[in-house]
């Protein structure tokens, strides 16, 4: 009995509607004027029983104010497509070390070089630097995001370790705050020349910056 009610039932069609107070005289003109399209559609064998009415939930005040789901945060390097530059992505505590702008400036000859692409403390793979209070830069390379490797170098300056170029300075001359430009760069392969270029070009290797040395290697691969 239970497999036959089961087949009956797939054969018929389901009307579906939003509920509201109109719902039941709504049903009841539509099993009323059914049999025209059994009549006029005998070719369809579906309409030969009346229509399964099924209702879903109307909107009300409370539905239309309030959102049951949690929206995520929509992603800034999303929002912010377009703009070249850096920018915060507001959504960490690193935001207030990145410098805002589509420019960095050679720590010397003052002249602004353009960034090339758009940036935020989410990118990935790039090369970034970093300026110290006393005027003098360190330029570094991360394959992971700008505010796990900004963690670190803060990090690392909380923990005493001297041994790091960013870390030793930043302890031996008492500073607080990092502040941080970002500069775009490529994957993996091209990632060390990209830094080896930037420490030539803004000329950051000690005793001019904070670069102890950098590596040659990607440059004769």
Request: aromatic share 8%; glycine share 6%; charged share 30%.
């Amino acid at each position: 009995m239970l497999k036959g009610k089961l087949k009956n039932r797939e054969r018929k069609v389901t009307f579906v509607t939003q509920y509201n107070t109109l719902s039941k005289q709504i049903a009841n003109i539509l099993r009323r004027h059914w049999p025209l399209l059994k009549d006029n559609l005998p070719q369809i064998t579906v309409f030969d029983r009346p229509p399964i009415i099924a209702y879903k939930k109307g909107r009300s005040l409370g539905s239309m104010l309030v959102h049951s789901d949690i929206r995520k945060n929509k992603d800034s390097s999303k929002e912010r497509k377009g703009k070249v530059g850096t920018s915060p992505c507001y959504n960490c505590n690193c935001c207030s070390n990145a410098q805002q702008g589509n420019s960095v400036f050679h720590p010397r000859k003052g002249n602004p070089i353009k960034i090339k692409g758009c940036y935020t403390c989410s990118s990935t793979y790039a090369v970034y630097i970093i300026k110290c209070p006393c005027r003098l830069e360190y330029v570094g390379q991360s394959k992971r995001t700008f505010r796990e490797r900004i963690r670190e170098h803060k990090s690392a300056i909380n923990t005493g370790k001297k041994e790091q170029a960013v870390a030793g300075h930043f302890i031996e001359c008492a500073h607080r705050t990092i502040e941080m430009k970002q500069r775009g760069g490529n994957k993996q392969k091209k990632l060390l020349y990209r830094e080896s270029f930037w420490i030539r070009k803004l000329e950051t290797l000690e005793p001019q910056g904070l670069n102890k040395e950098y590596d040659l290697s990607p440059i004769f691969r």
